[in-house]
């Protein structure tokens, strides 16, 4: 059998990594799935998993220039249900 992740929507192989994650956190009751991305594919991936798993999905994005630049994946997370926001506009509590 041939797998080739290239062919993956969510960016190759980081959906191997994040359905686990999401499956892991829908097994431990949480609700709500948090991360960060660069260009977009992790936060992409993250995203289309808690769709699939009905789970809450943020994701931070390094930068609104990033933002800008990665559009496809930003408009892909969103219309996937997750809120997306500059890593620029976090702050430390």
């Known amino acids: 059998m041939l797998f080739f992740d290239g062919l993956s929507h ?3 192989h980081k959906m191997n990594n994040t ?13 709500h799935v948090v991360t960060a991305t660069g260009a977009g ?4 991936a993250t ?4 769709a699939k ?12 220039i990033d933002m800008e ?4 994946n930003l408009l892909l997370m ?11 506009d976090v702050k430390i509590l």
Not at 41 to 44: A, F, N, R
Not at 47 to 50: D, E, G, M, N, S
Not at 53 to 64: D, H, I, Q
């Open 41 to 44: 594919q992790h936060g992409v």
């Open 53 to 64: 798993l009905g789970l809450e999905c943020t994701v931070f994005m390094a930068g609104s």
């Open 10 to 12: 969510c960016g190759a």
């Open 69 to 72: 630049k990665q559009s496809s």
């Open 78 to 88: 969103k219309l996937l249900g997750a809120q997306v926001y500059p890593r620029l």
């Open 19 to 31: 359905i686990a994650r999401a499956m892991i956190a829908k097994r431990m009751g949480l609700k």
């Open 47 to 50: 995203a289309a998993a808690c």
